[in-house]
């Protein structure tokens, strides 16, 4: 059973269009989150859920929109796609924050051409 | 707050020989602190993790990271590189209460035979 699952795994599409990810965990875990990974493997934290509820915010742009319908659950909704947002996204969870480690899903690599 | 640098982009090294990843980190408080791996075009997973337990941390496929609170350093080591180690690796420190992980840059292992 996979623990972090993310669809789709790849995503090509053009400027101006609208995408989403879906991202589901079955570990029980209250809080989740969205990284992208740039094409150097930096990986910087882009939204945080706890329970449904938006916890980080890492200055984002709007185009991004992440949602949570429920705890097992974090969905990424991108409009008007641009060049730089071509990167690799992961979700992860975990159980507690801090203490616990991250369970991250496979990515999914985004190219917008 | 937090930070972590992980010292070295690239380290390359023979199979069969040991392996030193090194990573200092900053926190004001007892941090958790982990190491993650990641092969090419998969998610990260956790290799170890060090929550105020014992300093010297055991964890999968033969890596040990040892705590050194004097040094502020977590480094990875291996005794004998296969193959298969080949990946990129990922130093991680949490605060309690930070609410979330700061990733190091990564460090780029290479195994030649």
């Known amino acids: 059973d996979t623990a972090v699952s993310q669809t789709p795994k790849y995503l090509v599409t053009q400027m101006g269009n609208d995408k989403s990810i879906k991202c589901e965990q079955n570990?029980?875990?209250?809080?989740m989150y969205w990284y992208k990974q740039d094409s150097k493997k930096f990986l910087k934290i882009m939204f945080s859920?706890?329970?449904?509820?938006?916890?980080i915010n890492e200055t984002v742009p709007n185009r991004f929109s992440p949602k949570s319908p429920d705890k097992a659950h974090l969905n990424l909704h991108i409009n008007s796609l641009e060049l730089g947002d071509s990167a690799v996204y992961f979700c992860?969870?975990?159980?507690?924050?801090?203490?616990?480690?991250?369970?991250f899903g496979n990515g999914t690599r985004l190219t917008v051409t | 707050a937090q930070s972590v640098t992980q010292l070295d982009s690239h380290v390359s090294v023979s199979e069969g020989t040991p392996v030193l990843l090194r990573c200092n980190y900053s926190?004001?408080?007892?941090?958790?602190l982990f190491w993650y791996v990641q092969h090419p075009n998969k998610g990260l997973q956790l290799l170890l993790k060090?929550?105020?337990?014992?300093?010297l941390v055991k964890g999968i496929n033969g890596f040990e990271a040892e705590f050194k609170k004097s040094e502020t350093s977590f480094h990875l080591t291996k005794p004998s590189a296969h193959m298969s180690d080949a990946a990129e690796y990922f130093c991680?420190?949490?605060?309690?209460?930070?609410?979330?992980?700061?990733f190091g840059d990564g460090t780029t292992l290479t195994v030649k035979p």
């Open positions: 992860a969870s975990t159980g507690r924050v801090g203490d616990s480690p991250l369970h």
């Open positions: 570990l029980g875990h209250d809080t």
């Open positions: 859920y706890n329970n449904k509820e938006l916890i």
């Open positions: 926190s004001s408080y007892s941090p958790s």
């Open positions: 060090y929550t105020s337990a014992a300093t």
């Open positions: 991680v420190v949490s605060e309690p209460g930070a609410g979330k992980s700061t």
